[in-house]
């Protein structure tokens, strides 16, 4: 059964605080992405990733930066959390294949106080 | 610069076909059109996906006009579990490695009993 898991299904934080949120999928596909959802505004990318130590800015990158050193583990990090970036966090990945699908994990609630 | 663009909103009799429709004027040759689900607090489904010809699978029809500007996913059935929020995606391949889903803001789908 193929799977796409992040670490925290939910997380509270304060300003300022770093935060790190993990991914992992065990079906060795070489995109991964990092999304975030927040009503009305259906889901934004942050960053991808196509490779090992590839990564490429999405639609709205301010205030995150990701890491992905194995191919499986693609890390989104929040150096500086704000309040503005209390959201649901979703990550996903794909095969290069032309047309791979999208999986999905099943989400991280962030919120920052 | 949305690359989808579906209603926000619609409702469907259970037992009815729920026909959901999408605009993608832009699409280029070789971009796929994909259709995801998403239950409240899950991460998105994949439902179907398809390049120029229609498609059906055990969930959905996909239809595609000539043109490719616009799909409808078709729900032949809808039952109550098929409520939730439907994202027409853009799937653009970048260079040869990689690839970028672009996410609409969604429909939902309300089916009544």
């Known amino acids: 059964d193929v799977k796409v898991t992040q670490s925290s299904r939910y997380l509270v934080k304060r300003t300022g605080e770093k935060v790190f949120l993990e991914c992992v999928q065990d079906?060795?596909?070489?995109?991964m992405f990092w999304y975030r959802q927040d009503p009305g505004l259906g889901l934004r990318l942050i960053y991808f990733?196509?490779?090992?130590?590839?990564?490429e800015k999405g639609d709205i990158p301010e205030g995150y930066s990701v890491s992905r050193e194995k191919k499986e583990r693609f890390s989104l990090i929040l150096e500086s959390a704000s309040t503005n970036q209390t959201s649901m966090y979703l990550c996903?990945?794909?095969?290069?294949?032309?047309?791979?699908?999208?999986?999905f994990g099943e989400g991280s609630r962030l919120t920052v106080l | 610069d949305a690359k989808t663009t579906q209603p926000p909103s619609m409702d469907c009799a259970e037992g009815r076909a729920a026909n959901l429709p999408c605009n993608h004027s832009?699409?280029?040759?070789?971009?796929?059109v994909y259709w995801y689900r998403q239950i409240h607090s899950q991460g998105p489904q994949y439902i179907i996906h398809?390049?120029?010809n229609n498609e059906t699978n055990e969930m959905a029809s996909l239809i595609i006009t000539e043109d490719r500007k616009s799909s409808t996913l078709i729900l032949p059935h809808a039952t109550l579990r098929d409520t939730a929020v439907y994202y027409c995606?853009?799937?653009?391949?970048?260079?040869?490695?990689?690839?970028?889903?672009?996410f609409g803001t969604g429909t939902s789908l309300t089916v009544i009993p």
């Open positions: 832009t699409i280029s040759g070789n971009e796929y």
């Open positions: 995606i853009v799937r653009v391949l970048i260079g040869n490695t990689g690839n970028q889903f672009y």
């Open positions: 996903a990945s794909s095969s290069r294949l032309r047309t791979g699908e999208l999986f």
């Open positions: 990733s196509y490779d090992v130590k590839m990564k």
């Open positions: 398809g390049l120029k």
């Open positions: 079906m060795d596909h070489e995109n």
